[in-house]
């Protein structure tokens, strides 16, 4: 048999029953892909200024709504905080997706690079390669400046690219982006918010529904054929992972920016019920995936409770 032969995943199963055809699965997603894949440069209008009174991401979702500072802040700071906050998530976003993009490369490293399992990771690649793009030049324009994320974590990412096993890559990957998908599904069709992010949240949705099903998918074989110890380590750095994407969600720079004092907002929206709803209705439907295919146990869903996205 060939190194590069995969084996029949129809014969395997998990809890939420049988595991489907890899390359099946991958032509059904590269169709999609030549459907329904779009160019951010052309399809978006880049020249049409900011309307003016219109928010940048939707205040229900902005991290100081409904706290006493919220209720303090003018309706012109409010909007400037949504503003430094849908730049600091698209901060998070590329540095998310250039850590994913790494972890496809290493994951098809040793396969066989003519199966559409291999095609549809290079077609996500040039998807985030795109979306990537896409975000630093929002951040241009809404002219915030970027939000990286703390040194310690960024650093930190080095150590996981280089040890991450594959389902511990996967799993990182839906982490990163499904919650952010439930808030731009909330984003796009929300009229109050800016045209152009509105656009470029459209198109993120409708390519990163494409993502979330290749990993989801690849998880599920993975837990069910990884050996014991590697699904052990899986359920641990995906923990973690969920503690620093928690923590790095929103830049504490962005109160400066808007002249609050950070600490108290910090400290405001920590203490906020209705951002610790929003945080884990936007994680819910990967936590439910997570705990029925059996990652969420042990330590690792300690970690999870942790980072405030697992009630």
Not at 65 to 73: A, F, G, K, Q, V
Request: aromatic fraction near 10%.
């Amino acid at each position: 048999m060939s190194p590069f032969t995969e084996p029949d995943f129809t014969q395997l199963r998990d809890a939420l029953g049988p595991l489907r055809d890899r390359e099946r699965l991958a032509e059904r997603l590269l169709e999609s892909s030549r459907k329904h894949s779009y160019d951010p440069d052309t399809e978006l209008d880049w020249e049409a200024p900011f309307e003016d009174g219109r928010w940048y991401w939707p205040p229900e979702l902005v991290s100081l709504y409904d706290t006493p500072l919220w209720r303090r802040m003018s309706e012109e700071q409010r909007i400037e905080l949504s503003r430094h906050e849908a730049a600091s998530l698209a901060s998070l976003g590329i540095w998310f997706e250039v850590i994913l993009m790494q972890l496809l490369v290493r994951h098809i490293y040793d396969k066989s690079l003519t199966s559409h399992h291999v095609r549809y990771a290079l077609t996500e690649i040039a998807d985030e390669c795109r979306h990537s793009m896409m975000f630093a030049r929002m951040i241009r324009k809404s002219g915030t400046g970027d939000y990286p994320v703390p040194r310690v974590y960024h650093n930190l990412a080095r150590v996981l690219k280089t040890v991450s096993t594959t389902p511990g890559s996967f799993a990182s990957t839906l982490l990163g982006e499904e919650i952010l998908d439930w808030m731009q599904r909330l984003t796009f069709p929300d009229e109050r918010v800016q045209t152009l992010i509105r656009g470029v949240t459209r198109i993120h949705v409708v390519e990163e529904a494409r993502h979330v099903r290749y990993a989801r998918e690849e998880l599920r074989r993975q837990m069910v054929t990884a050996p014991r110890w590697e699904q052990e380590f899986t359920r641990l750095s995906c923990g973690e992972a969920a503690r620093v994407f928690s923590t790095c969600f929103v830049n504490p720079a962005v109160y400066d920016a808007v002249g609050l004092d950070r600490r108290e907002a910090v400290a405001q929206v920590r203490a906020s019920g209705h951002r610790r709803e929003v945080m884990q209705s936007g994680a819910r439907r990967l936590t439910d995936f997570l705990d029925d295919i059996g990652v969420l146990r042990g330590p690792g869903r300690r970690l999870w409770r942790s980072s405030g996205l697992l009630a």
